[in-house]
Each structure stands twice: as C-alpha cells, then as structure tokens.
C-alpha cells in the first residue's frame, strides 16, 4: 500500500500574472517559496520512502523545498514527466479569463468552472483541443493515460526499495491534480474546489487500485 500526498507547486509568475499555465514553465516567486516551505513543515514528520515531482521546473523547485523541511531525508528523490501540468497547446501563456471568455463564446457554457459544473474535464479538454491554435493540446485520455503510467513507475520505484507500507509525496500542477481528482470522484467544479499552491491531495495505492483519500487541504 502507498499513501500518496500529492502536492501542488507554490505560486509561481505566471500564476501571478494570471496566466495559462501548462508545459510552460516560470520561476517560483517568493509567496510560492514560502507556500513550499510552510507544506514541508507541516509534512516534517511524515517518513517519505521517496518524494517526487513532475520535470518542469516550479515542481522540482517546489519538491526540494518541501524536502528541506523533513526531519528524515527520502531513500530517493525523481523527476517524472507523466505527472506535468496538462499540455494546453497554443493557448498556454494567454491571459486566463480572457482566454475562456473567447474559446466558450460559440458553446453552451460561460467559462471553466461552468463546464465543470455541467459537464466535466473531458468536454473542457475537447473545447481547448478544438481552439488550440497549435492543434498540440491533451485530450482528457491523454492526461489519464498519463497518470496510469506515472503510478505504475512509482509503484515500481517503491517496491524496489521496500515491500512495507510506504509514504510517497509527488509535487504535481492544478489542472493535472484537479483533473485525476475528478476521475476518482472530488466535486471540483468552482474556484474553491481548484487545487490551491501547496495544498496536498492524498490517494491510496494498492498495486493497480487508486482511491482518492483527501482532495486540496491546507496543511
């Protein structure tokens, strides 16, 4: 059994500008130093067999800080591609709000957080996929499929160092983290149920059976 404690990233500039924020990448700013820094006291005496993180920057940034603040240091500490933020094409680095305004405009929903509450992740990647102007954007499956293949490495990488129970923290993004929630049954629809920087998910694993434990507490 693995209980996993996903974490999203600390606050970075393009999170402060208020803009898209997928593949590409920004510095942390100081708040979202500090978001790490406060999660990784919070978690200082949770025994971690491995911390990971996805390989874009703000994550791994996120994931050593977070690591500074434990009382015991991981056997290992990697950087997975499968757990990046979702792929949002042409359209990562645009203003948000202006963003959803226009790719909703010719479709029955105002906005993300409508979608979510009418539909689900699946239609709001189909919207994006089909204003992308790059044509490069995740399907829903996509990020799923992802994900599958992330747990089936962690699962792997664990069992190499212990056959126990073990404790596991993935530094991850919000669209990825609040998209997986979804798919194991979080109400997520509306901007208090979107993951906050340096909130912490919490899943079980058991070999192939995911259940979602916790979604976007503050510690």
């Known amino acids: 059994m693995i209980h996993l404690y996903v974490v999203r990233h600390g606050q970075t500039v393009l999170n402060q500008l ?15 130093r500090n978001q790490a820094i406060a999660t990784g006291q919070a978690l200082k005496d949770k025994v971690f067999t491995l911390v990971c993180s996805s390989d874009l920057r703000r994550a791994q940034d996120t994931a050593q800080l ?31 709000k202006p963003m959803w305004k226009a790719i ?4 029955p929903y105002q906005g993300l957080n409508d979608i979510l509450a009418k539909a689900n992740f699946e239609k ?11 044509h490069t954007a995740e399907s829903n499956e996509d990020v799923l499929n992802r994900w599958q293949h992330g747990v089936q490495l962690i699962n792997d990488q664990v069992a190499a160092i212990t056959d126990k129970p073990a404790n596991v923290l993935l530094v991850s993004h919000g669209t990825f983290i609040r998209t997986i929630a979804e798919h194991y049954g979080a109400v997520v629809a509306g901007n208090d149920h979107a993951p906050q920087n340096g909130s912490v998910t919490i899943f079980d694993i058991d070999n192939d059976q995911v259940k979602l434990k916790s979604y976007n507490q503050q510690l």
């Open 18 to 32: 208020g803009r898209m924020q997928g593949w590409v990448d920004s510095f942390l700013t100081q708040q979202g």
């Open 66 to 96: 977070i690591s500074q603040q434990l009382t015991r240091q991981p056997k290992l500490r990697q950087s997975f591609p499968e757990f990046r933020e979702v792929n949002f094409g042409g359209l990562d680095a645009t203003k948000i």
């Open 104 to 107: 909703t405009a010719d479709t």
């Open 124 to 134: 709001v990647r189909q919207i994006m996929q089909d204003h992308d102007p790059l």
